[in-house]
């Protein structure tokens, strides 16, 4: 049974700027700032246009093949069928990562040191539940959260900029090439949220018209919010948020404003609630699709007749996600998602690259420029994500070859 096409323009748009304009805001500067120094803006930058070659890729195979699974299904109908394995199971394992550092950060904003772990776990529960009511509830919720999120980030720039001609920040450590390039890795991951609307490709209104253009609208506006956001933290605090924790409540502080610090703790719980939302949605997708084509169990394939969404799937990857928040630490999360998102991505260009000339939208070297971003910032990860991310991709193929061999 196919998944019914509800989501229009506005609403594919929230979903893209809910993944994208998630905690990553509020919490990367300090790293960010610690391995780019000076050359910050040029990390943010770096990091822009890795994404905007992955995300063309996107929305030019999203164009030809408008079903759910994103990369997964594209890989799969233009590179082969274990491309198309690599990619969704990078994708799914990866973003499953994700999940709980996003509920674990929207703990941290919203709980008291004791109740963290619950009220994650909560957190995780709840929003399960609102996307197995339908697609149109995920979108509607989104919309709410990423409204929330960007009237907090306002309140933030606003405050930040009007103050900063009282403060003398000190200044930023020099800049090097290997920590600007550390720095767009870091920075990287606040824009891989496009994805989630090409893995909701079958449920997407005229998705050949709809998904390329709400890929780029949606990218375009985080890459507007972070350069306001990181600009306003470089005046504000300098070389400062390198250490802070909290560099937005400190932004609001320095600036005199302490008082409206609620309201950053507010739009920082609200946007982790968004990215969780919307990745659990994409990852749904792509474990139906998988499902389908019988690389995960085919009990995960079946859709919900009432709702019209992947039910079983997302009630798999919640205690899936519950699990990681149980036994996992945050920068452990962070750092394995990473390398399955660049992984993922890497396929994404190899993918679009082969497409042919009559549905190409962009030119070939978009796709290698993404590529190679995706090797290059995939080296700045730690040591222990890759080798870790590598075993776990190399149990996924594993498990793929033994019940491809007991099927013949």
Known sequence: MPLARRLRLGDAVAIGLGSMIGAGVFSVWAPALGAAGSGILVALAIAALVAFCNATASAQLAAVHPVAGGTYAYARAEIGPWWGFVAGWSFVIGKIASCAAMAMTFAAYAAPAG???????????????????????????????????????????????????????????????????????LLFFAFAGYARIATMGEEVVDPARTIPRAIVLALAGAVAVYTAVAITVVVVLGGDAAASSAPLADALAVSGWSALAPVVRIAAAAASLGALLAL???????????????????????????????????????????????????????????????????????????????????????????ALGCLLLVNTLPVLASLVGTAVVLAGVLYRAIRLRLER
């Not at 995780?124 to 919309?143: D, W």
């Not at 995960?300 to 149980?326: K, M, N, S, W, Y």
């Not at 630490?329 to 042919?356: E, M, T, W």
């Open 115 to 185: 109740w963290r772990t619950p009220t994650a776990v909560i957190a995780v529960v709840a929003l399960v539940g609102v996307n197995c009511m339908g697609v149109t509830r995920t979108a509607l919720v989104t919309r709410i959260l990423v409204a929330c999120s960007l009237l907090g980030l306002a309140v933030v720039v606003a405050a930040g900029l009007g103050g900063a001609a009282n403060v003398a920040a000190p200044p930023l450590p020099d800049a090097t090439a290997y920590g600007v390039l550390q720095g767009a890795g």
């Open 280 to 370: 659990l949605t994409g990852i749904g997708r792509t474990t139906l699709a998988m499902a389908r084509d019988r690389d995960l169990p085919r009990f995960l394939a079946r859709i919900d007749d009432r709702h019209q969404v992947p039910r079983r799937a997302e009630i798999a990857i919640g205690v899936l996600v519950v699990t990681v928040v149980l036994v996992a630490d945050l920068r452990d999360a962070i750092g394995f998602s990473s390398f399955g998102v660049l992984l993922y991505y890497l396929i994404a260009n190899a993918a679009a690259f082969r497409q042919p000339s009559e549905v190409r939208r962009y030119p070939r070297l978009l796709q290698v420029v993404g």
